[in-house]
C-alpha cells in the first residue's frame, strides 16, 4: 500500500500511522509558550499600573506600607491570571 498523501498542513505518513495517533494532539509547549507570554504581558500591565500611580499620585506611596507597589503589581498580575482560569 503507497504511503498517505499529505495534507497541506501535515507530513505524510507511513503505512504504520495508526501507532503516530498522538499527532493528532494538540501541541503542549505551544500551550505553555502562550501561558508564559501572559504572564509577561500581565506583570508588565502590573508594572505600569504602579507606575501609573506613582506619576499621577507621587504621595501615595509615601503614606502606605513599603510593600504596597509590590502588592499592587501582584494583584493586578493575579487577577490577569485568574481570569484565564475562567
Known amino acids: 500500500m503507497p504511503p498517505v498523501p499529505a495534507k497541506p498542513s501535515q507530513p505524510a505518513l507511513p503505512d504504520d500511522a495508526a501507532d503516530y495517533g498522538h499527532l493528532d494532539e494538540p501541541a503542549k509547549p505551544a500551550a505553555d509558550a502562550d501561558r508564559e507570554l501572559i504572564k509577561a504581558i ?45
Open 42 to 86: 500581565a506583570m508588565d500591565i502590573g508594572k505600569a499600573v504602579v507606575h501609573h500611580i506613582e506619576t499621577m499620585y507621587p504621595s501615595m506611596f509615601d503614606a502606605v506600607a513599603g510593600a504596597a507597589k509590590l502588592s499592587v503589581r501582584n494583584c493586578v498580575y493575579n487577577e490577569i491570571m485568574a481570569a484565564l482560569e475562567v
